[in-house]
């Protein structure tokens, strides 16, 4: 079974602070995601991989960056938490082609 | 611009009955297609896929059926259970390696 770990289910933040979200994946797909999931928006991309130390922007890029230094590990980068980035984060890994698979995602709350 | 449509936020459908889930689409380079089922507080799980050469795929109760002329297609659930109730993704992508692209999604319950 494809695993994709996130490394928190829950987290809870202030504003400004720098925020690390992990994701882990025990299947090595050469592609990596994150996405965040608003209601009523359904899920945009953030930034993406192919492979390590590559990173593409994704459709809302701004006020996050990611870390890709092992080919199974994905980070997302709060660099300074607002408000407004309070939403439940969901990474997700795949081969070149077929369906992605997701983690259990994270609900981030900055306050 | 939206290039992944779900227009209807919700749906409502008795226990027994079918279950049809609609998603348009703007980008004819689109040629994967896939639903994604998500229950609250959990990350989104693969239901079913289809590629452009199709115009049906079947998988138990659920059944995609793709209409390219019309950039449409929907998923069939027959018969819908209590389960079932959950938000349904569609999602597509273009060929080579790229993201896919989601709807906003459409919420489903069930009722026994």
């Known amino acids: 079974d494809v695993k994709v770990t996130q490394s928190s289910r829950y987290l809870v933040k202030r504003t400004g602070e720098k925020v690390f979200l992990e994701c882990v994946q025990d299947m090595d797909h050469e592609n990596m995601f994150w996405y965040r999931q608003d209601p009523g928006l359904g899920l945009r991309l953030i930034y993406f991989?192919?492979?390590?130390?590559?990173?593409e922007k994704g459709d809302i890029p701004e006020g996050y960056s990611v870390s890709r230094e092992k080919k199974e590990r994905f980070s997302l980068i709060l660099e300074s938490a607002s408000t407004n980035q309070t939403s439940m984060y969901l990474c997700?890994?795949?081969?070149?082609?077929?369906?992605?698979?997701f983690g259990q995602g994270t609900r981030l709350t900055v306050v | 611009d939206q290039q992944v449509k779900q227009n209807s936020p919700s749906l409502s459908v008795q226990e027994g009955r079918i279950s049809i889930l609609n998603c348009d689409y703007t980008n004819s380079m689109f040629d994967y297609f896939l639903w994604y089922k998500k229950y609250p507080a959990e990350g989104p799980t693969f239901l079913i896929s289809?590629?452009?050469?199709?115009d049906k795929n079947e998988d138990g109760r659920f059944t995609v059926f793709l209409n390219k002329s019309a950039k449409h297609l929907s998923l069939h659930i027959v018969p819908s259970q209590p389960g079932d109730s959950a938000v349904y993704f569609c999602a597509a992508r273009t060929s080579g390696n790229t993201p896919l692209v989601f709807g906003k999604g459409t919420r489903l319950s069930v009722i026994a």
């Open positions: 997700a890994s795949r081969w070149t082609a077929g369906e992605a698979f």
């Open positions: 991989s192919y492979d390590v130390k590559m990173k």
């Open positions: 289809i590629s452009s050469i199709k």
